[in-house]
């Protein structure tokens, strides 16, 4: 892919000079085939040779070959697994498309770029145009080739799909709400699998967790205490580089919808092997060392909600986590109360999860079409 991706008349230039950025294999977190470049020519080994400076050239040159093997360790984990395979995708597409119609693609062109965005516009919306541009764009700077991605062939395809199509964010998932967990709860009975998922949805209800914080929850991020439990989560989608955050659950005056009991009854029969909190069910109902997948997380609250004779199609396992916001929002929660208990950054962000209930409680009209006393009398002229 790589030989792909690269000029040739640049990369003859270049031939022997040390990579000053990793190519686009080792951003993606693949394993480029060339080895190191060798920085010393033959005569600097002859010379070496002579003057007994050997041994420290051969160290110099391994250190060298370490310094650049953490260099494209580095690169590789400089983006999440999922941002890697979608720029995969994106640019085995790009490269199709331009081979199909016999241009390169690394020219470096927006026009080239403008044409296969207004190609691909047919089938998708335009935030899907700005991700594959992206994944043009680093892809041309990783090759040390310039694209202007703000040209105006590019800039007015955009716009001309963002108004066909508009800018609506696409269909959340629904919220599960507050009220559903207390006949939610009886869809689960006592047996091993039913106590875990009562347990997983409790807690990424309470905990307002994405179905990754769910699924990659270790036995030993959780804490139980006399007032509470505290989960501590070392990395999440908003924490990319590891700061660590934590999250309070207070217990429930209602055994049934209480996250720390249901834990707790979860701990009691879970197997000492694995470090997962929640751990993979095999078909005898017995439990592998390996955690439960995101899949897995969403497939639990799918089931569960349609046993209520609810619409499984339009819950996900991100509804535990807009469900906390919406209830805590219809609850009278502060704002800001509402974004720490979510881990979000912004009031933009929380509102998109807070939905009506937030829009309803600070509407100016709810204050203002209060009763009145009527007046007869003809307002006076400003």
Known sequence: MLATMSDPEKADETADRPPLSPPLEADQGLTPDAPATNLFTTADADAALLMGWLPVQEALQHDLDEVYARVRELSSMARSENTKRAYRAGWRQYEDWCRGIGVKPLSGDPGIVALYLAMLSKKVLPSTLKARLAVISVAHRLAGIKLDTRHEAIRLVWQGAAREKGLAPRRQARALHYRALPALMDVFDDCPLDIRNKAMVLLGFAGALRRTEISQMALEHVTLARDGLTLFLPRSKADRFGLGEK????????????????????????????????????????????????????????????????????????????????????????????????????????????????????????????????????????
């Open 247 to 382: 999250i309070f659950i207070s217990p429930h005056p209602d055994a049934r919808l209480c996250p720390i009991k249901a834990l707790t009854a979860w701990l009691k029969i879970r197997p000492e092997s694995g470090s997962r909190l929640f751990l993979c069910a095999n078909r005898n109902g017995s439990f592998r060392d390996k955690g439960i997948s995101e899949q897995t997380v969403a497939r639990i609250v799918k089931d569960a909600v349609e046993a209520l004779g609810f619409d499984r199609t339009v819950y996900s396992g991100h509804s535990l986590r807009a469900g906390l916001a919406t209830s805590a929002a219809d609850a009278g929660c502060d704002l800001k109360a509402i974004m720490t208990q979510t881990r979000l950054r912004t009031a933009k962000q929380a509102m998109t999860y807070i939905r009506d209930a937030e829009r309803r409680r600070q509407s100016v009209t709810r204050t203002l079409f209060q009763p009145i006393e009527v007046d007869s009398q003809e307002p006076s002229p400003p």
